[in-house]
């Protein structure tokens, strides 16, 4: 089985995200790609705006429907998330015959080199690297890395955050999260602004 690994804090999750796993899917036939939110993302010192219940609930809902992606809650734990210990939970799981593909946006890959166990996620996984406008990588010493550059990555969660948190309805969300976000009340305790 060819696997997918998409991590990140999807807070929230947006529509560049899923474009860019349904790219990746594409473009280097994955059987599966799985979404998987941080529980405590070891390289982000601000704690997430949502919960990550929260957070994995946005994600199933943004892929519902979508036969190539999946969210996946391996990372439901107390604890920071370590991508090499989560690729060894999935390595357990799905056996040593699974191709690991990590998808990953090139400002985030730019760290690859200084996380834990580095060379060890090196050889468990390829990687396949999501343009960002306005960031660059170099490709660290046994690391495996595929360019995706048919999508531009150009939305950001903290900008959505930012809006959200004034009441404003980003339009980069599916709707399916934004009606979440409203129901619940996350980001904001004030509704979105209609206007008239």
């Known amino acids: 089985m060819r696997l997918g690994l998409y991590g990140g804090t999807f807070d929230p999750i947006h529509n560049a995200h899923v474009a860019v796993a349904e790219a990746a899917a594409q473009m280097f036939t994955l059987d599966l790609v799985l979404l998987i939110p941080n529980r405590i993302p070891p390289h982000k010192h ?33 604890g920071k998330s370590y991508t090499i210990e989560t690729l060894e939970s999935l390595r357990a799981i799905h056996g040593p015959s699974a191709q690991f593909y990590f998808v990953i946006g090139a400002d985030a890959f730019a760290e690859a080199g200084t996380w834990h166990r580095a060379e060890e996620v090196f050889r468990m996984t390829e ?36 809006m959200l948190a004034v009441g404003e309805r980003p339009v ?4 399916s999260v934004a009606e979440y976000i409203e129901k619940v009340g996350l980001y904001s305790q004030r509704g979105f602004v209609t206007s008239t």
Not at 60 to 72: D, F, I, N, P, Y
Not at 133 to 153: N, T
Not at 172 to 175: A, R, T, V, W
């Open 46 to 78: 601000e704690a997430t705006g949502a919960s990550f219940e929260d957070r994995l609930r946005m994600v199933e809902l943004a892929v519902a429907g979508r036969s190539k992606l999946t969210a996946c809650d391996i990372e439901r734990h107390e």
């Open 127 to 162: 990687f396949i690297v999501a343009a960002r406008p306005g960031y660059g990588f170099e490709i660290p010493k046994g690391a495996v890395v595929h360019r995706l550059d048919s999508v531009r990555f150009v939305e950001s969660s903290t900008a959505m955050r930012a």
């Open 172 to 175: 980069g969300l599916p709707s």
